[in-house]
Structure formats: C-alpha cells, structure tokens
Nanobody, 115 residues
Framework: QVQLVESGGGLVQAGGSLRLSCAAS????????MGWYRQAPGKERELVAV???????NYRDSVKGRFTISRDNAKNTVYLQMNSLKPEDTAVYYC?????????WGKGTLVTVSS
C-alpha cells in the first residue's frame, strides 16, 4: 500500500488558480495510475484527471483545457494545476493510486471557488 497526503486547497475567486499536491509515502514510479477525484456536497465522487506510469493523461470533459495533471517520480508527488476555476469546481479533492491489488486514497483537500 501507499499513503497519500493532499495539500494546496483553499479559497479562491472564480477565474483564479490553485495547484494541488499529493505526496506519496513511497516511490510512485511503478504505480500504474495516479489520479485526482473530487466530491462536491451531496454528490458522488467523480474522476477529475488521471496519469499513467507512462505519462498518458485523461481528463473529465468539464476540466479539459483548464486543469493539468503531472507527476514527479523523483519527489513521489502528483500535482493538479487548476486554472480558470469556476464555482462548480468547489469540492473536496482526493488523490488516488491504483495498481494491481491496490486502490489507495488520501484524506482530501477542500477547494472552494467563490463567484
């Protein structure tokens, strides 16, 4: 297993930017998929973006062109750069690590976008 700790959330005005970080307790080099998910109040958790060990990325449609996921294997950290934030991006953002026999989650970081 791997422990994940998110940081970088906060309150930002619409149109602003935030960068979320997910620090892992061990090397993420061989972890097949690292991702960011979010859960807004009263809604189900949803995929935001994922990045594979090979560097391939995938985004939900509503964040394409605004969010960028990246991974720094040397620092065991995954990032989510969020630009042009909208009030509907308000949610708790969770980091996830998936591989054979593993599906690990962080505790989340709150992002609040004011209009």
């Amino acid at each position: 297993q791997v422990q994940l700790v998110e940081s970088g959330g906060g309150l930002v005005q619409a149109g602003g930017s935030l960068r979320l970080s997910c620090a892992a307790s061990r090397s993420i080099f061989r972890i097949n998929e690292m991702g960011w998910y979010r859960q807004a109040p009263g809604k189900e958790r949803e995929l935001v973006a994922v990045i594979t060990s090979g560097g391939n990325t995938n985004y939900r449609d509503s964040v394409k062109g605004r969010f960028t996921i990246s991974r720094d294997n040397a620092k065991n950290t995954v990032y989510l750069q969020m630009n042009s934030l909208k009030p509907e991006d308000t949610a708790v953002y969770y980091c996830n690590a998936k591989d054979y026999g593993m599906n690990a989650w962080g505790k989340g970081t709150l992002v609040t976008v004011s209009s």
